[in-house]
Nanobody, 123 residues
Framework: QVQVAESGGGLVQAGGSLRLSCAASGRTFSRYSIAWFRQVPGKEREFVAGITWSDGTTTWGSTTYVDSVKGRFTISRDNAENTVYLQMNSLKPEDTAVYYC???????????WGQGTQVTVSS
């Protein structure tokens, strides 16, 4: 099973920025599709952004975003570092949540989750 660890959460004022990191184990990191989700108490976990696999030469991974973060959040990957980033700009109080990273294994399709990182945006 892939080991996943998120970091980079914290407290920020509205309009500020944070960058979340998702580190994953494994020698085939470039073949993982990876996504960020977020969850607030009492609500279902929500998809935020995702990036598909990349070989680092001809395919860099396609990205998708939930409408509420388009133009503010950017997902990217660094295969050499086995890390995916979520750059979050122009943060709003409604972005407050625990953010989780999900890694999908390329052959089995098994999904592995991290423990989550708290993001709090004050108004």
């Amino acid at each position: 099973q892939v080991q996943v660890a998120e970091s980079g959460g914290g407290l920020v004022q509205a309009g500020g920025s944070l960058r979340l990191s998702c580190a994953a184990s494994g020698r085939t990191f470039s073949r993982y599709s990876i996504a960020w989700f977020r969850q607030v108490p009492g609500k279902e976990r929500e998809f935020v952004a995702g990036i598909t696999w990349s070989d680092g030469t001809t395919t860099w991974g396609s990205t998708t975003y939930v409408d509420s973060v388009k133009g503010r959040f950017t997902i990217s990957r660094d295969n050499a570092e086995n890390t995916v980033y979520l750059q979050m700009n122009s943060l709003k109080p409604e972005d407050t949540a625990v953010y989780y990273c999900a890694v999908d294994a390329p052959t089995t399709g098994e999904r592995s989750w991290g423990q989550g990182t708290q993001v709090t945006v004050s108004s």
